[in-house]
């Protein structure tokens, strides 16, 4: 079921990712948070207890729940492409990424993997 983010909402989100994509292109950003700025708790985030975490780590969470999000219930081109392209800036600077992050990290990178050769599939099969 797809679920749509109320206009408001979408502006928002599309802000904030503008904002970040941005940041995330600076000289020094990825290193900063990966490794300078850390933040003893993360009280909003819910999936997992974060104590002493680089913020970097908790962007990289925060990515990969817009990209699952964006999988599995908005399907949202233009968010999925900033969100990547963020991720993609940020290559060259994560290290030493929480141990929650890092599996959250594989995890969607497999689950997009495996939406790639589902669709990927479908189109040969169309093809035929």
């Known amino acids: 079921e797809k679920r749509r983010l109320s206009v408001r909402g979408k502006h ?14 600076e000289f020094g950003f990825g290193d900063d948070i ?12 819910k999936e997992r207890r974060l104590k002493d975490v680089s913020l970097g780590s908790v962007l990289v969470l925060v990515m990969v729940r817009m990209i699952t999000t964006n ?25 030493n990424l929480e141990g929650y992050a890092s599996m959250r990290l594989v ?15 479908r189109r040969v099969v169309g093809a035929r």
Do not use: E, H
Request: hydrophobic share 45%; charged share 15%; net charge positive.
């Open 34 to 45: 990966m490794g300078r700025i850390s933040l003893p708790s993360v009280p909003w985030y």
């Open 71 to 95: 999988l599995n219930r908005v399907r949202d081109g233009y968010l999925m492409g900033n969100c990547l392209a963020i991720m993609s800036n940020l290559r060259s600077s994560i290290r």
């Open 12 to 25: 928002q989100v599309y802000t904030l990712v503008i904002m970040i994509l941005i940041w995330s292109g």
């Open 107 to 121: 995890q969607v990178t497999v689950d997009v993997a495996k939406q790639s050769v589902i669709k990927a599939s």
